[in-house]
């Protein structure tokens, strides 16, 4: 079965410093693959995907993932932090026992604390 | 709309008490999700309706969990007999529905803000 692994539960990162967010994934053949943030009160909003093409994807507020196939990973990276980044982020995978893989399976998250 | 609107976005509830909660999909969206999420966890699966069916319902965890689409617009997630353990978030996400193999970024879920549910 499809299943997505956040390693790190809380991490906490200094304004301006540069982030990285771990997502590995298990799935023989090409995932889709997302990242959501999730603030306080909020809805999930997308940051960025994955279908296939170019393994490094871009997406708002700065932010960028790599496909690595080898690894099996598909980290999330920003070069500097803002306070406004603080939130709850969820890797995912389109969970391909369901119809055309649009059902997501989700990891169980990493917060992200952001220090002045 | 422009979003996926989710009522109430609070619900708190006595143990044995039957919830509803609905879902308002952003227009001409086909496809309509219904995930949980409990605290300290990501979102998980319930159930997934394709215009007014229930497409996959893998993801309800007893016979007390159950969702409508009649029109194959709102849905409404219904709650019988709660316990303590069904408080948690629900997550309403909508999107576009692909033909089989050609997933495209016009097919992402986009979600609700969600409706908590406490159960005393």
């Known amino acids: 079965a499809q299943s997505v692994t956040q390693p790190d539960i809380h991490i906490t990162v200094s304004e301006g410093a540069s982030l990285e967010l771990r997502c590995n994934y298990s799935?023989?053949?090409?995932?889709?693959l997302f990242w959501y943030v999730q603030s306080p009160g909020q809805g999930l909003q997308l940051l960025l995907k994955?279908?296939?093409?170019?393994?490094l994807v871009q997406g708002i507020k700065g932010f960028e993932a790599e496909f690595k196939r080898s690894q099996s990973s598909f980290n999330l990276r920003k070069p500097s932090v803002h306070w406004s980044d603080a939130a709850e982020y969820f890797c995912a995978v389109g969970d391909l026992t369901k119809e055309a893989g649009t059902a997501l399976i989700f990891g169980k998250g990493t917060t992200l604390s952001v220090s002045s | 709309g422009a979003g996926v609107s989710q009522t109430p976005s609070n619900k708190v509830t006595e143990k044995g008490k039957y919830v509803e909660l609905r879902c308002d999909p952003i227009s001409g969206h086909t496809a309509l999700y219904w995930y949980r999420q409990s605290l300290g966890q990501g979102p998980e699966f319930l159930i997934y309706?394709?215009?007014?069916?229930?497409?996959?319902d893998s993801g309800l965890p007893n016979d007390r969990f159950f969702a409508v689409r009649p029109e194959g617009s709102v849905s409404t997630l219904k709650i019988q007999r709660t316990e303590r353990g069904d408080s948690a978030v629900y997550l309403c996400?909508?999107?576009?529905?692909?033909?089989?193999?050609?997933?495209?970024?016009?097919?992402?879920?986009?979600f609700g803000a969600g409706s908590r549910l406490t159960v005393l």
């Open positions: 994955y279908f296939s093409g170019d393994t």
């Open positions: 996400a909508s999107s576009l529905f692909p033909p089989r193999g050609t997933l495209s970024g016009a097919n992402v879920l986009t």
């Open positions: 309706f394709q215009g007014t069916g229930a497409a996959d």
């Open positions: 799935y023989g053949a090409t995932p889709y």
